[in-house]
């Protein structure tokens, strides 16, 4: 019904910079909530930021400062600036939208298949 297609993953050094993009194709009526959560390897997917269909934004902690989200709904995509980069942001990136695919209005989580992002030291 929803393909999620991401990309922009990469290698980079230590304090560069990558930017993720996400977006959404298919049984689309409307788009909520849109967000990106990591996963490192041997540790539990966290979350990374989110962004409401308003705009409003949430980063954790650890990326706060860092990163950026934002959307473009008319292309129905998300994207995360990430700057100054870390060892530690070595995950494999995983977008997750929250998608209404009729008139009745009942959103459905959908993620991507997750873009790998690997910073060395």
């Known amino acids: 019904q929803v393909q999620l297609v991401e990309s922009g993953g990469g290698a980079v050094q230590a304090g560069g910079s990558l930017r993720l993009s996400c977006a959404a194709s298919?049984?689309?009526?409307?788009?909520?909530?849109m967000g990106w959560h990591r996963q490192a390897p041997g540790k539990q997917r966290e979350l990374v930021a989110t962004?409401?269909?308003?705009?409003?934004?949430n980063y954790a902690d650890a990326v706060k400062g860092r990163f950026t989200i934002s959307r473009d709904n008319s292309k129905n995509t998300v994207y995360l600036q990430m700057n100054s980069l870390k060892p530690e942001d070595t995950a494999v990136y995983y977008c997750?939208?929250?998608?209404?695919?009729?008139?009745?209005?009942?959103?459905?989580?959908?993620w991507g298949q997750g873009t790998q992002v690997t910073v060395s030291s």
């Open positions: 997750n939208l929250g998608v209404q695919t009729s008139s009745w209005p009942v959103y459905s989580p959908y």
């Open positions: 298919g049984r689309i009526f409307s788009i909520g909530s």
């Open positions: 962004i409401t269909s308003g705009g409003s934004t």
